[in-house]
């Protein structure tokens, strides 16, 4: 069993920056894929950002590309999303995700643990 415990949001202006954290329990952290959804109210959750379990291969939702960074450190057991240039449009509830394995990584179901969610705000 994997859990998920994500921290980091709050309420910020536009153009502002924030960094999300992810920490997970298990020592099987370093084999998992790592992933970021986000969900605003009244729409579905879409995918963000993933990381692949030696931190070499990144993928971005081509709306945050450019501006979204994920990254993770294996010994902390701890993923990250960090998010320059925040538009309002962004504001959503954010959810770390990790998958046991698949090459779907854009897509909910190949995940198997989620978080609690941490709220983003992003002001005008």
């Known amino acids: 069993q994997v ?7 709050g309420l910020v202006q536009a153009g502002d920056s924030l960094r999300l954290s992810c920490a997970a329990s298990g020592r099987t952290f370093s084999m998992l894929t790592m992933g970021w959804f986000r969900q ?10 993933a990381i692949s379990w030696s931190g070499g291969s990144l993928y971005y939702a081509d709306s945050v590309k450019g501006r979204f960074t994920i990254s993770r450190d294996n010994a902390r057991n701890t993923a990250y999303l960090q998010m320059n240039g925040l538009r309002p449009e ?6 770390c995700a990790a998958s046991l394995g ?3 990584y854009d897509t909910e179901h190949e995940y198997d643990y989620w978080g609690q969610g941490t709220q983003v705000t992003v002001s005008s």
């Not at 859990?3 to 949001?9: D, F, M, N």
């Not at 962004?90 to 959810?95: E, I, P, Q």
């Open 102 to 104: 698949g090459t779907s």
């Open 40 to 49: 605003a109210p009244g729409k579905e959750r879409e995918f963000v950002a």
């Open 3 to 9: 859990q998920l415990v994500e921290s980091g949001g």
């Open 90 to 95: 962004d504001t959503a509830v954010y959810y």
